[in-house]
């Protein structure tokens, strides 16, 4: 995939890194001097673009016409939304991605301004903090899409409710679903009639919702 | 009118003020509370401290009512976004953007706002005034791209037809008036000395003219 990625602060820099180490073709534009001199020392030079980014000339100059994908990772929200239009309407760049600094600037991250994705930083690590509060032992092994979704896992400890209990009797709702069971080191493939033993690993896909309904089965029974 | 204005520096807070000499109810947004010191003392309106891209912030300026966003900040992106918002998503009947740096231009051309483009339009007064003192602007369209231009028919073109003064492409006659009395010239038309003589014209055109007038 070809990126062009606006911005070349923090995020920008390691945004470009992370995408030249997967093989992917970036280009990166920056018009602040200072941080210039910074990149310079960290990206490939024939990467850099130097220049206003509202310049079609220096857009041009970066191959925007040609990207598949415009990330916008200014540090202004403004910027961001201006380039995420600009890109949409003067290229029909088929994919733009913006990042959002300010929270409360949030709503204004969608098809008013042609921002297909809307990485809001402040919102994702809120969410994750209040995850690994809420989880116990639930280990949380990949977020999913921007965290909507994860691969979790947890052991079946003595006494949880599911234990004697077969896959399709859960009652698990329709953002859960169980991927595997590792019991005694080797992977089980799970169906319905699979019934949970004490000890057992369980790996599931699960909404945030989903992963609290199937946290309470992993607890003892309420009692009576 | 109900208007919200954008940006309380050193435009804003003259729009603000000219605003409410008039009559209407102006409400004004700064993200510093510092900045509504340049405001006129007499001023008398609503100073909503906040960030301009905050919904909140936006409904506390009454954007919802609004009749008419004028957006005026230092900051060409914001400017253009804010204005944007205000057309998109609140259907503002008149938006207003200040164009600050030439260079941002064209950012305001792709979101199709109405701009006012004071540096170069400013710039582009001042060479003319300093340059060609004989010829001036009455009246300039858009952003200068058409102005109208008034000269006076000096000694060596009495008696000439217009057309042999004005070049033929890129400038056209609007009106020709002799002693106090205007008329709807053509190319045809005679000239005399002391005619004031109006043509509208893009920069192309005005700069051959200034040649013949030479």
Known sequence: MFVVIVGGGRTGTQL?????????????????PDVLARIHRELPTEIIYEGNYSDPLVLEQAGVKNADVVAACTVNDADNLAVCFLARRRYNT??????????????????????????NNAEIMARMIEEEMSMGDMITLLKLRRGDYSLVEE??????????????????????????????GKVVVPRGITVFEEGDEVLAITSHDGAIQLMDLFSPPNPV | MKYIIVGCGRVGSELAYTLFTKGHTVAIIDHLASAFNNLHPEFRG????????????????GIETADGLATVTNSDTLNSVVAHIGRTAYHIPRVVVRNYDPDWRPLHEIFEHQIVSSSSWGAQRIEEMLAHPDMHTIY?????????????????????????IIPNSNCSPVSLTRAGKAILPDCNTIVHENDIVLVSAILEGIQALRQQLI
């Open chain 2, 46 to 61: 609503r100073m909503i401290e906040g960030e301009a891209l905050n919904k909140d912030v936006l409904l506390r300026a």
């Open chain 1, 94 to 119: 088929p994919r733009t991605i913006a990042r959002v600094n300010n929270p409360r600037n949030a709503w204004l991250f969608d098809e008013k301004f042609h921002v297909d994705v809307a990485l």
């Open chain 1, 155 to 184: 052991k079946v400890p003595p006494k949880a409710k599911l234990i004697g209990m077969a896959i399709k009797d859960l009652a698990l709702p329709e953002e859960c679903v169980i991927a595997a069971i590792i019991r005694h």
């Open chain 2, 140 to 164: 300039s369209a858009g952003n200068g791209e058409v102005e109208i231009y008034q000269f006076i028919v000096s000694h060596k073109f009495d008696g000439k037809k217009l057309g042999d």
């Open chain 1, 16 to 32: 470009a890194s992370i995408l030249i180490l997967q093989k992917h073709q970036v280009h990166i534009i920056e018009r602040r």
